[in-house]
């Protein structure tokens, strides 16, 4: 008992004082109170957190309460810069509104250099294609069904000219901080990305069918994680190199290699029906590479891992 008062009074209030705070912001949060992106601008002065624990084991070398006050102070500090930062920079946060029974989401470009896509989809349908208007990075809709109503998240954050979106659609998971403040249908959500912009794209799913026709867009990686899916993936055409990652179960999975464009396909996997144009890539020891898969200017690596999969490449 005596050595827990004495860490009491060494530690300070410090920590249980910025857990109160991160509670009341959290309530805060729940309440509408705080403006949207606020999480996000957080997120960029975290390293404060750091600067906070510094301080607090330096001066409570001293006196334990001024270290805590200290620590308190920056701690406090970096949510008031949060909410000063969300509200005069709302272009930051993104649109997404329900209209006459339909769900939009429209993310502005902001000058972006580069930009990730970060797509999780837990059920339902998805369209992912290019034509985004001018101005937007990202821009679609879903309509609202009958059916029952799952959490969404969308999120927006930019750092040295690369812009990132984290979307969560139809998802199932219950558990998320921030809470998510919107609801989402598992309907068919039709997606428009921007052309010109060198972006990653990253998709996780579950039972839903993906359809992502790429052949437009400059996509430096794609990545998709997919259960019991149906995909259907058409690759850029004029991306330079790209790399192109599928991690799937018991998927059913078509790719299309646009005319004029190399690839090399890597498979490891279970017991799959694996389906590949050798007239296109013809098999070179334990892959298949086309013929001037090394001068191609437009080319694409292409690494399968699969379970009881139905895979066709062409």
């Not at 600067?51 to 008031?80: E, Y």
């Not at 821009?139 to 927006?156: H, I, K, L, P």
């Not at 912009?197 to 794609?222: K, M, W, Y």
């Amino acid at each position: 008992m005596n050595d827990t008062r004495t860490l009491a009074r060494q530690t300070g209030f410090g920590f249980a004082g910025a857990l109160i705070l991160l509670g009341v912001f959290g309530l805060l949060w729940n309440f509408h109170v705080l403006p949207d992106g606020f999480w996000g601008e957080f997120w960029t002065l975290w390293p404060l957190l750091l600067v906070a624990v510094g301080v607090n084991l330096v001066l409570s070398r001293q006196r334990a309460w001024l270290g805590s006050l200290a620590a308190l102070a920056v701690v406090t500090g970096s949510l008031v810069a949060a909410w000063v930062l969300a509200v005069a920079n709302p272009a930051s946060s993104p649109s997404f509104t329900i209209v006459n029974n339909s769900e939009t989401i429209s993310v502005k470009s902001d000058g972006a250099e580069s930009a990730r896509l970060n797509l999780t989809l837990a059920a339902g349908d998805l369209a992912l294609t290019g034509g985004a208007p001018a101005g937007l990075l990202l821009s679609g809709g879903s309509q609202r069904s009958g059916a029952e109503v799952t959490d969404q998240r969308v999120s927006v954050r930019t750092a040295d000219g690369r812009r990132t979106v984290d979307l969560r659609l139809n998802t199932e998971w219950n558990f998320d901080f921030p809470p998510r403040r919107s609801r989402s249908s598992e309907g068919r959500w039709i997606l428009r990305h921007a052309e010109g912009i060198p972006t990653d794209i990253r998709v996780e799913t579950g039972a839903s069918d993906l359809d992502l026709d790429l052949r437009e867009l400059n996509v430096q990686s794609l990545n998709v994680d997919g259960g019991a899916a149906d995909i259907d993936v058409v690759l850029p055409a004029n991306a330079g190199r790209t790399t192109a990652e599928f991690n799937i179960g018991a998927a059913d999975l078509d790719i299309r290699v646009p005319a004029g464009v190399a690839a090399q396909i890597d498979f490891e996997g279970g017991i799959s029906s694996l389906n590949i144009d050798e007239s296109r890539f013809p098999k070179q020891g334990d892959r298949y590479v086309s013929p001037d898969f090394g001068s191609a200017a437009n080319r694409v690596t292409i690494k399968i891992e699969a379970g009881v999969s139905d895979i066709t490449i062409n």
